[in-house]
């Protein structure tokens, strides 16, 4: 049975991973993602899984990806300095194509930053995991709520493309409290059929052969091979775009100014969008709810003969979400951006002066 | 006729990369032959290494996955809690083990994983040519020690042994070298024991193997038992440490 619970927006999202089956996490305490690591300490036992107090970041993505190669629904969550300590291994996930789930509890700046939540990993995670150009998916909740329902299908879809899947969330989800319904209990498949698992050999199979970098196939050599397979890859990568990228549009009936954001700039807009439309404002908003694939379609679509302008909004200076909505909207639509940097949190009465400065 | 020796059948037909004379070939062979002794050659799984042995899941016939450079242990230790009744050796370099994957090679030791690490001491990186490694003599001349490796400058020597022995959980510690037949059984004994502490008790055994790089080292591989006989067992003494 399902329940209704009020519960952290980490805690929330941990006990839902464990509900999706995920029965290994291993993790290294940073905040915002130290509640984290600390519920799953007694909660993993709880349930019968292993949790691992990693010596690092490094060593925690690594042991996630050992227990894939064992055919367990594995996970880990860090957040900036921890994920930039963890990409190598992305990358031979990316390349090994390995299931796991990989939640990135966003704070605020380059380098050691600040412990407020932020957006600034968008570039990061969504352009290729670690070296090599890769990709995974991303999905970026706006409540805690989404966050629950996004992970306790995680792994479903990463065993389904075989591939990490990322869920962004920031400090301030991480840190907050809401009501939230969590799922019921499911069991995970058994997995030791999958080629990237290894041992438990049962009726005198082949040996599996399992390397981060496709070298091995029918193209005579390694080059050629890996050639071939990132092509495959990439055929994958463009049909997530078509069969998996998801959205939200919010209060767009008859918008003539549209808002797009994610995460936590989303959600604060939609208050923003709400009074707006008190004040009589034709304002909607479109979240992307997938960050990787992007919404490019959906974006390219807004029509200009409709939306009059533009407004992005997003937690992070440079900016970077920005740029990709230009790169898709139609140029004729005037376009500009409210962004705030260094952990502070974007301002729905800042958002509705940035909208009316573009009336 | 009676047999009295044959090619593991746990090895693959195809030959290995390995350069002639390289003591990596010996070590992967007597895996094969252990694992076929204790029966486990369907069950065993063997983690790949960075390093020379980076297609080391070609030339056996177990499931084989790799790691990143130097995090074998972290991985390992996923691997072994999620299927703890799957035998598993992590196949190591010096470089691997002991300088970039030191922090993990140690935490892993430290609670007791309960794999086998096999750590192949050729005292440089194999695979990138010849560099100094943590392993690497003082003295010795490597590429990127071109006048002889200065202690002040690189670091002493670093035994890793000895370290893993220091800590209470590991099972079994030892080092033993591959430079005579003597010691290839010797290190065969160790491999197998090894492997049957972690089936029957559970728990971490480390086995460090003496090697050879004859390329790297730019010598001769008939020399190379007399310069690790007289020079490198100096420094590295073989024997049990633990266990
Ligand atoms: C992160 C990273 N750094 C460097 C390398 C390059 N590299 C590959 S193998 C190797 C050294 C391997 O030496 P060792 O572990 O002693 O094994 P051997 O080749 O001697 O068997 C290095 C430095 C790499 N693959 N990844």
């Given amino acids: ?359 | 006729m009676e047999s009295v020796y044959q090619r593991s059948k746990a090895l693959s037909a195809a030959s290995t990369s390995f350069c002639p004379g390289c003591m990596h070939s010996t070590a992967v062979k007597l895996i094969c032959e252990v694992s076929e002794e204790l029966g486990i050659q369907d069950d065993l799984v063997i983690m790949a290494p960075i390093g020379c042995a980076v297609y080391l899941g070609v030339f056996v016939q177990f499931d084989s996955f790799g790691a990143p450079h130097g995090r074998p242990a972290a991985t390992g230790t996923g691997f072994k809690r999620s299927n703890p009744d799957v035998p598993l050796i992590l196949y190591q370099g010096d470089g691997d083990c002991a300088s970039i994957g030191i922090a993990e090679t140690l935490h892993a030791a430290n609670r007791g994983e309960g794999f086998t690490v096999i750590m192949i001491n050729n005292q440089v990186y194999g695979m990138t040519g010849g560099q100094a490694a943590p392993t690497t003599l003082p003295g010795q001349k490597t590429t990127t020690s071109q006048y002889g490796k200065i202690t002040e400058d690189m670091g002493d020597v670093i035994k890793l042994a000895e370290i893993i022995a220091s800590f209470n959980a590991p099972k079994y510690v030892t080092r033993q070298s591959l430079h005579t037949p003597k010691n290839i059984l010797a290190a065969k004994k160790a491999i197998k024991k090894a492997l049957e502490i972690q089936i029957n008790e559970g728990g971490y055994s480390y086995v460090e193997l003496m090697s050879s790089c004859p390329t790297n080292w730019k010598m001769d591989p008939k020399d190379t038992p007399k310069y690790m006989e007289e020079v490198v067992l100096k420094e590295f003494p073989v024997g049990d440490l633990k266990g």
């Fill in chain 1, 1 to 359: 049975m399902s329940e209704k619970v009020v519960k952290k927006g980490n805690e929330a999202l941990c006990e839902a991973a464990l509900r999706a089956g995920c029965r290994f996490f291993a993790g290294y305490p940073i905040t915002p993602q130290t509640t984290a690591t600390e519920y799953l300490s007694w909660r993993m036992k709880e349930v019968g899984g292993v949790f691992v107090q990693a010596e690092s970041e490094l060593a925690a993505i690594n042991m996630i990806a050992g227990s894939a190669h064992a055919g367990c629904r594995s996970m880990t969550a860090t957040s900036g300095p921890g994920l930039s300590l963890m990409t190598e291994t992305l990358s031979v996930m990316a390349g090994t194509r390995l299931p796991t789930v990989i939640v990135d509890i966003q704070r605020a700046g380059a380098g050691i930053g600040g412990i407020q939540g932020a957006q600034g990993d968008f570039y990061m995670v969504t352009k290729t995991l670690g070296h090599g150009g890769l990709q995974g998916l991303v999905y970026a909740p706006d409540t805690i709520q989404e966050s629950v329902d996004i992970i306790y299908e995680a792994w479903d879809i990463a065993e389904k493309y075989r591939t990490p899947v990322f869920i962004m969330t920031d400090g301030t989800m991480g840190q907050m409290m809401e009501a939230v319904e969590i799922p019921d209990f499911k069991d995970a498949p058994d997995l030791s059929d999958q080629p990237y698992v290894a041992g438990k050999r049962k009726d005198g199979r082949a040996k599996r052969l399992i390397t981060d970098s496709p070298w091995f196939g029918s193209k005579g050599n390694a080059n050629d091979n890996m050639e071939y397979f990132y092509a495959e890859y990439e055929k994958m990568y463009e049909s997530w775009e078509e069969n998996e990228v998801r959205y939200e549009e919010y209060m767009i009936d008859e918008a003539e100014y549209l808002i797009i954001a994610w995460g936590t700039s989303a959600r604060v807009a939609k208050t923003s969008v709400k009074h707006l439309r008190n004040q009589g404002i034709k304002v909607g908003l479109l979240r992307p709810i997938t960050l990787a694939p992007f919404p490019k379609k959906q974006i390219a679509a807004i029509d200009k003969n409709k939306i009059k302008a533009v407004l992005t909004v997003e937690m992070t200076i440079p900016s970077q979400f920005h740029h990709e909505v230009t790169r898709y909207l139609d140029k004729d639509i005037k376009v500009d951006t409210y962004r705030r940097g260094g952990g502070n949190m974007v301002l729905d009465e800042e958002i509705e002066e940035a909208v009316k400065k573009l009336m």
